[in-house]
Every structure is written in structure tokens, then in C-alpha cells.
């Protein structure tokens, strides 16, 4: 929301007697009763015209998020503190210095916060130029989890911006530097699972194998399974690897890979053992559950490699 | 249990093929289909990933009558997986109880394995290659009884054709 717009509806609500501020919203019937009860008419003026500004500001972040849900492409930042110093987040603080950062930079750039009950922090940049105000269609939103040093970043058409939001960011969280963490997708939940680590580990546990009645078609009985145990094999390995829950829904991912060429020693490709240094790709709808599928499709050896399980525990 | 012999005509009437390959649906499909193909005899169908098989089993074993070996051209392990396992077959097979079924030919644009592997096989092992979108209803069902006929001539059903001049019928016809 416009900065000059709040600042207008803020002054106005302000104007308004006290006793009628809850009538007067009441008979707007935009805001739902519970949110009526969350605003204290008791305190002060000015604190209830905030509370207001901040409920039109959360109207904003909820059509964003109502029209784009999925449609943005997240990517994971992760910042470094130079020392061991554990710093108590404040938050009126990080906001401060995050819009002096920016606004310092940038003349026409409107940044509006919106904080969550899991600890995260939304922030939204409409970017503008010296001579174009901040254009509110094409906005950038950034993740902070404050107890943690991940920040998810959906930056939209603006790349040149980003080197500046990074700035801001670390300067106003009090750390040293920021950098990229090669995963993305357009699932910013499922994104928090993986760096948090928060979807299902498999822990080692004795189920016992429920008897259970084999109806078989007759026509089965004649299609005999060698590799019975061996498939069952696969499948614990996989399970101790992946989890049994759904996979987090990634679907960008990427990392640097030093390694030497193998060949055939008589060939004399090589002779000097120079490691190569590569950058290795993945892309897939559903890059967690393709790697999942790997061994029991049969396209590959349980337990998968590690290349390509790193992505379950970076 | 029976001995299986190349050129034993006194068949066993239960039939016992085995399909090797790292594609366990495919293989489950191919072997529905062959089931739902009329035939006068009786037949098991064994699916295994490679060879060789589990020890378990050895007792249950009476006759191997044909092999086909699966092969998707789009998996190089497919490929390797096969290579494998003809490594565990003895040489009598090769006089016409095994044959490779090549899947995955219809999308050229995901091929990993090269047209020059699979001639390879062929020529090595003399056996024919049979190449086959199984994914494909029409064509399971097609293979499905190619590999019936092919059964019944390798168990003896034929009077007067044996495996393995089927099989050099099928290989001097693949070279045109």
C-alpha cells in the first residue's frame, strides 16, 4: 500500500471521535468480527488507527498471496554471522533499518511488513525508478524465519534489484553476508520443509507384518515373483532414505561437483589426474519424488547415490 | 523334475518362461497379457530384476524353456542389467531359448541406449531382437503371442521345427 495512502488513512481515522471509530467500522462490514475484537479500541488514537492501517496492509498481502499462490518462484537464501554473537532480534529495529537501507538507494520504492504467528516476516517491495513510481504489480516478497538464518526470496522480473535487497537484508539483521542456496520452487512451504528439516525422518521401528488373507486371482498364481525379498530390500532402503511421507515438492535444484574422469587406464585419456569442476542440473516437476521412484521403478540401485540424495538432507 | 534338453520332444505340459528385466510393470503387463492368449498348454511365467536367481528357489525349478530379456532403450542400466545377467546363462540357451524384447524405441528423443549396443547383443549371443512398445496395448498383446509361438517351439509343441532352427530363421531374416 502506498506509504502516502496509509499516512492519509491513518490521519483520517484518527480524526474520527473515539466511541464512533468501531461503529464507523462496523458499518464498513469489511472486517470480520473477530477481527473487530482484536483491535483494543481502549488504547490510544493513534494506536487504534495504526491497528487499523495495519489491517488494510494485511488485506494487501492477502490478495497477493490469493491471486499468485504457487505462481511465484521462491528461491533460499542463507546468511552468515561473522562471529558466535547471538544478537536478540528486534523487530522494530530490523524494520527500521531495512526500509532506511533500501529507501536510502532508492527514492520510489514502498515496502510494507506483515508478521506471522510461525515467527516469519513478509516483506513486500513494489520497485519504482527515479522517475516511476513503485509499481505495484510487479512485487517482490521476501521470507524471514528471524530464528533462523534462511531467507526465501521470490524476486519477480527485477534481478537487477537483487544485490541491493541482500544488502538490506543483512544490514538490518545484523549479519555478515548472504548467499544463494541453488534450491528453488514454486511451493514456498515445501521449500521451509526441506531447509527445516521439518518433513518425516524415518525412524528405525519394528512393525510387525500384519497376517493378512491372500485372495489371489487364479490368473496370478501363475506369474511367480523371483525377486521377492530383494524388491522388499528396496523398498526399506528407500524408506530409510526418503521417509514414507509425501516429498516436499522442489523442483530447481543445483550443485557444484569436483571430480576426476575415470577411463580405461590403456586409453590415455588424461594422464595428469586434473579433477573436473562441474555444475549439475536438476529440473523436474516433482524432483523429490522422481529420486524416490528411482529404485523401485528399477532404474537405478538401492540405496541411491548419494549425488543424488543430498538434496533430502542439504 | 524335468530336464530341460534342446531337443527333447516329449513335452511336459506346464510350460515355464522367464522374463528378465529392471522394469517390474512392464514385466507384470507383458505377462497378463501373455496369460489372456488363448493356448493349449499350461504355462508359468517367472519375472525376475537379473540374474542369477535366488538359491531359494533352486528346488522349485523344474525347466527353463525360454528367456526373454527386457530392455529399455531409454535406461542405460536397463541395459547393463541384462548384460549382467547373460553372463549366468549357459551356453545351450543360446540355441534358441532366449530372445531380447526392446522397449522404448517409439520416443527417439529419450534414447540412452545406441542402436549399435543392441545389434551387439545380437550378434554375440544369436539370439533375435524383438523390438516392442509394450506400452502400448496392441503391440503387449502382439509380443505376447510371438512369444507363445516361440514357447511352444522351444518346448518341442512343433513337430518338425526345433529352437534352434527357429532361431537362425529369425536371425537370417533380420539382416536385410
Not at chain 1, 29 to 34: K, N, R, T
Not at chain 1, 192 to 202: A, E, H, L, R
Not at chain 2, 147 to 166: D, H, N, Q, T
Amino acid at each position: 500500500m502506498d506509504e502516502i495512502v496509509a499516512e492519509y488513512i491513518r490521519r483520517t481515522v484518527l480524526k474520527i471521535p473515539r466511541d464512533q471509530i468501531r461503529t464507523m467500522l462496523q458499518q464498513w462490514g469489511f472486517l470480520s468480527e473477530a477481527q473487530l475484537q482484536a483491535i483494543n479500541f481502549c488504547q490510544i488514537k493513534d494506536s487504534i488507527s495504526q491497528d487499523v492501517v495495519q489491517l488494510c496492509e494485511q488485506f494487501l498481502f492477502f490478495l497477493d498471496n490469493y491471486i499468485y499462490s504457487n505462481k511465484r518462484l521462491w528461491s533460499v537464501y542463507q546468511m552468515n554471522k561473522r562471529g558466535e554473537e547471538t544478537d536478540f532480534f528486534d523487530l522494530t529495529d530490523f524494520k527500521k533499518k531495512f526500509k532506511r537501507r533500501l529507501q536510502s538507494a532508492l527514492t520510489n520504492v514502498t515496502i510494507n511488513f506483515r508478521e506471522y504467528e510461525d515467527n516469519a516476516i513478509w516483506i513486500r517491495i513494489a520497485w519504482g525508478t527515479p522517475y516511476t513510481k513503485p509499481n505495484q504489480y510487479k512485487t517482490s516478497y521476501v521470507v524471514y524465519h528471524s530464528q533462523t538464518p534462511y531467507v526465501f526470496i521470490s524476486v519477480s522480473v527485477l534481478k537487477s534489484n537483487l544485490p541491493l535487497l541482500c544488502q538490506a537484508l543483512v544490514a538490518a539483521s545484523n549479519y555478515h553476508d548472504i548467499r544463494e542456496m541453488e534450491l528453488r520452487s514454486h511451493y514456498l512451504n515445501s521449500l521451509k520443509d526441506i531447509v527445516f528439516k521439518s518433513y518425516s525422518q524415518n525412524f528405525q521401528s519394528y512393525y510387525p507384518k500384519p497376517l493378512q488373507e491372500r485372495n489371489v486371482a487364479p490368473e496370478n498364481l501363475m506369474i511367480i515373483q523371483e525377486n521377492k525379498n530383494e524388491k522388499e530390500r528396496i523398498k526399506r532402503v528407500n524408506s530409510e532414505v526418503f521417509g514414507d511421507g509425501p516429498q516436499p515438492k522442489l523442483e530447481f535444484a543445483q550443485y557444484k561437483l569436483e571430480t576426476i574422469f575415470k577411463s580405461d587406464p590403456q586409453m590415455n585419456v588424461l594422464n595428469r589426474k586434473v579433477p573436473f569442476r562441474c555444475l549439475v542440473k536438476f529440473s523436474s516437476p516433482h524432483l523429490l519424488e522422481s529420486l524416490k521412484s528411482l529404485a523401485p521403478e528399477g532404474m537405478a540401485d538401492a540405496p541411491v547415490s548419494p549425488l543424488l540424495t543430498c538434496f533430502v538432507n542439504p | 523334475a524335468g530336464i530341460s534338453r534342446i531337443f527333447d520332444k516329449v513335452p511336459l505340459s506346464l510350460l515355464q518362461t522367464y522374463l528378465v528385466g529392471s522394469d517390474e510393470g512392464l514385466q507384470q503387463q507383458l505377462a497378463e497379457a501373455i496369460l489372456r492368449e488363448k493356448k493349449s498348454f499350461r504355462i508359468n511365467i517367472h519375472l525376475a530384476t537379473s540374474l542369477p536367481l535366488p538359491s531359494e528357489r533352486d528346488h522349485l525349478r523344474p525347466r527353463i524353456d525360454l528367456i526373454a530379456f527386457m530392455i529399455d532403450i531409454k535406461s542405460k542400466y536397463s541395459l547393463r542389467n541384462v548384460e549382467a545377467s547373460l553372463a549366468y546363462v549357459d551356453a545351450s540357451f543360446f540355441l534358441g531359448k532366449v530372445c531380447f524384447l526392446v522397449t522404448g524405441v517409439g520416443r527417439m528423443k529419450y534414447c540412452s541406449v545406441e542402436m549399435s549396443a543392441i545389434c551387439k547383443l545380437r550378434e554375440v549371443y544369436s539370439s533375435p531382437v524383438l523390438f516392442c512398445e509394450l506400452e502400448l496395448e496392441g503391440i503387449r498383446v502382439a509380443t505376447a503371442q510371438r512369444l507363445l509361438r516361440m514357447l511352444e517351439i522351444c518346448a518341442g509343441f512343433i513337430p518338425g521345427v526345433s529352437a534352434l532352427y527357429f532361431g537362425s530363421l529369425m536371425s537370417s531374416s533380420a539382416n536385410y
